[in-house]
């Protein structure tokens, strides 16, 4: 993955996955402008401050950030313990934003990756709700429609990023055009401080179950810095309109239904022997 004389915008690039995306890329040569609502974005070519909970700001932030850009990783997030409507502000309606903001400075070739979670896997379920969503184009028209369909914090999580995910998925759509790729990548759960977070706010028993699945551990931001970075990469020239689940196999517990069964179970259930 070679990324010379290309400029990547990274939301999120203060911490966990972020930064790890923003190293990777700056490491392989490309110019990453980091967003944030902390942080300085140092070691980035460019950086700039900015609160996706609050329309106004991703206006100002972005106003001066010319392209041609060649790539956008939306990694910024919040956790379910936080309140439903700011969880579907900053991981849906900001992200939102920042993507149709930059796409008209993108340049045919580039890619744009929303990351949702392994949490946006039941969006087929929700299909007609999410559309609704979907189809109601401004912050504030969504916020409207947040504000009429009320969700506690855990539920909000699991709804923003199944949007996450069907917002991408479309996405190639409205990128098409331009010849610009739209994609999701969903971690199962990743070592960065807002996994504790997690923990408080979703069921335990799914969260070490999907660790045990996955072979006793959970991901380095890292691990999932590559597969985002690869994404953007001209690598990823066929990949388009999908999610990309990077998640160390946990997630094969909900595809059979082993959630509550124990792990050593699971071979001979699946393969009956
Ligand atoms: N860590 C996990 O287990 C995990 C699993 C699946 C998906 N994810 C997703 O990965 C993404 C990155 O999470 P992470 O694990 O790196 O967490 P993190 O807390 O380390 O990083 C999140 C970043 O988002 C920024 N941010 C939060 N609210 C913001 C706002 N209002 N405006 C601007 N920036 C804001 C924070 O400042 C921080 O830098 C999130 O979208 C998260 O939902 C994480």
Sequence with gaps: ??????????????????????????????????????GDGAGLHGFRTLDLTDPASINAALADLDGPLHGLANVA??????????IMRVNVLGLRQVTETLLPRMEPGGAIVQVASDAGSG?????????????LR????GLAWVRD????????????????????IAGSMLARDQGVRSLSVSPGAVETPILKDFYASMSTQILDRQME?????????????????????????????????????????????????????????????
């Design 1 to 38: 993955m070679n990324f010379e004389n290309k400029t990547i915008v990274v939301s999120g690039a203060n911490s966990g996955i972020g930064a790890a995306t923003a190293r990777l890329l700056t490491e392989r040569g490309a110019k990453v402008i980091g967003l944030d609502r902390n």
């Design 77 to 86: 997030g919040v956790p379910g313990s936080l309140d439903g409507e700011t």
């Design 123 to 135: 969006w087929r379920k929700r299909l007609d709700l999410i559309l609704e969503l979907i189809r």
């Design 138 to 141: 401004s912050y504030e028209d």
């Design 149 to 168: 369909h009320l969700m506690d914090g855990p539920d909000a999580y699991y709804f923003s990023k199944e949007v996450a995910v069907v917002y991408a």
């Design 213 to 273: 699945q996955a072979g006793g551990r959970n991901a380095r931001p890292e691990e999932i810095a590559k597969v985002i970075a690869f994404a953007l990469s001209e690598d990823a020239s066929w990949l388009n309109g999908t999610d990309i689940v990077v998640d160390g196999g946990g997630g094969t517990a909900f595809h059979f239904d082993l959630v509550d069964k124990p792990a050593e179970q699971s071979l001979d259930i699946v393969f009956g022997r």
